[in-house]
């Protein structure tokens, strides 16, 4: 296939310019051509907002599009599984926000369904194509800092609008969910391997829903890690992830969005080295890049498959260990 690959999006969706529609535009491996939303009045003022030549009836309309390629969710987490399950059935690879699903069980059946079909199935943690987390990584696996000990992962901001999804168990909402599953990934993504969950606290908002999270985990080889998140009223935009080892400190400041600006600092024997490492667009298009050259080559990518179903299982031990119920239970 040498054309551009089709997208359609489902939802009027506030993350889809920057995350997709934009980032499409920068080159030629893809198009968006189609949209829906449950208001129809909606998508029309969207698609004409964003150049987006159709409107679908609903979302059924565009997953079972013969024109289309690649179908991208990003719906609210509770809608995750059904239509990422519904277009793989008809016959679509998926691009399905973050996080995956509601909860493990959904995240299952996805993959299941992605293997029996032979599609792809990508989980956009947009932050994992970015030169700079692939830095990270080369730091980390050279022996730099030594046998790690300990990691740090934060993020916070503030989401006030109390009817917004995120503040609702219905929906799959939780600043775990939404937040802390970014922080959850770069540690399992940092160490290699899966942690256990120690134990965990939440400041709740609305009943099941957490406001603020803290969770202490252990991973295989002796490595603590510290995962923190917030989504109340007076936080600030902060996002950051620290791994300790036995020689030295590594810390990124924004290892989130670095396009907006980060900082990567190595402490390493009474001195800091600092450097920005960066990259020729956003983390979403070198998503977008690395998403439709797999959809071409087969390619495995590092947020799909197993890996998706072990970042929903360790969030999911992360509510259980706060006393709260698991999100779409």
Known sequence: MTRPLRFGVL???KIAPGALIQPAKLGSEATVDVVAARDPERARRYAAEHGIPRVARD???VVHDPELDVIYNPLPMNQHAHWTIEALRAGKHVLCEKPFAANAAEAEQMVRVAEETGL??????HYRYHPLFERVLGIVQSGQLGTLRHMEGVFKVAIKDKDDLRHRFDTAGGATMDLGCYPLHWMRTVAGTEPRVLSARAEQGAPEVDVVMSAELAFPGGITAHMLTSMADHEKFNTSLRVE?????????NPLAPHHGHELRVQQGGQDHVEKVEGEGTTYRYQLVAFCDAVRTGKKLPTMGADSLHNMRLIDAVYRAAGLKVRGS
């Open 120 to 125: 792809m199935l990508v989980e956009a943690f």
């Open 11 to 13: 939802g009027a969706a």
């Open 59 to 61: 979302y059924a309309e």
């Open 245 to 253: 080892g036995q020689n030295g400190t590594l810390l990124v400041q």
